[in-house]
């Protein structure tokens, strides 16, 4: 079986500072890890995407994220919040040969001015 | 080139009508997969279909069917319409149905059951 944990359901950070979205996974086999984005009333986009290569993935609009086996962990991290990365986001896992894409709950990122 | 397109973007049906959602995916894509997104929760899988057969199934009634076309578009079906059936459904594509490839999400159908 597999599943995703996001730790925080809501998330608020300043303009200009560190954004850190946590995420636990477990799975059976080796996973494929995502993080998607969705912004009000939109679909899923794509953010990045951890296949067993590089353990540290960078990914589009300055986020990355960083795949911890030991830990089972997948957490997303940008340098610098900026006033549209306010959306929702989700982390993703797929074991190998599954077909479906399992996500978690969300994350509700806010970002003040 | 354009992305994933699903049709129509808002629906208004009652309990007990039936009810046909499309999806077109990328140019290229052979395989289509549908997602429920519940308000405030993630996406459920629904279906997955790659070169005009179903491969996987998630945990839905029998209410729920689909089918790919030649050109690799998709209907999802849903009959018998419940209350509980209100949300957003979410069409993504990819080139195949390989584990590593990441799927590309439409900006999905609002379901209104009234």
């Known amino acids: 079986a597999q599943s995703v944990t996001q730790l925080d359901s809501h998330v608020s950070v300043s303009e200009g500072t560190p954004v850190l979205l946590r995420c636990n996974y477990s799975s059976s086999y080796s996973p494929s890890l995502f993080w998607y984005v969705q912004h009000p009333n939109k679909g899923l986009q794509l953010l990045l995407k951890y296949t067993s290569a590089a353990t540290l993935v960078k990914g589009i609009n300055g986020f990355e994220a960083e795949f911890k086996k030991s830990e089972t962990s997948f957490h997303l991290t940008k340098p610098s919040a900026h006033m549209s990365d306010a959306a929702e986001y989700f982390c993703v896992v797929r074991a190998t040969g599954r077909r479906a894409l399992t996500f978690g709950s969300g994350t509700r990122l806010q970002v003040q001015p | 080139d354009a992305g994933v397109t699903q049709s129509p973007t808002h629906l208004i049906k009652t309990r007990g009508q039936q009810v046909t959602l499309r999806c077109s995916p990328i140019?290229?894509?052979?395989?289509v997969s549908w997602y429920q997104q519940v308000l405030g929760q993630g996406p459920q899988f629904i279906f997955q279909?790659?070169?005009?057969?179903?491969?996987g199934r998630g945990n839905f009634p029998d209410r729920f069917s689909a089918r790919q076309f030649p050109n690799y578009s998709s209907e999802l079906n849903v009959n018998a319409l419940l209350l509980g059936d209100s949300a957003l459904y979410l069409c993504a594509s990819s080139l195949v149905s390989d584990s590593n490839q990441p799927q590309h999400f439409g900006d999905g159908t609002r379901l209104s059951i009234l």
């Open positions: 279909y790659y070169e005009k057969e179903e491969r």
């Open positions: 140019s290229g894509h052979k395989s």
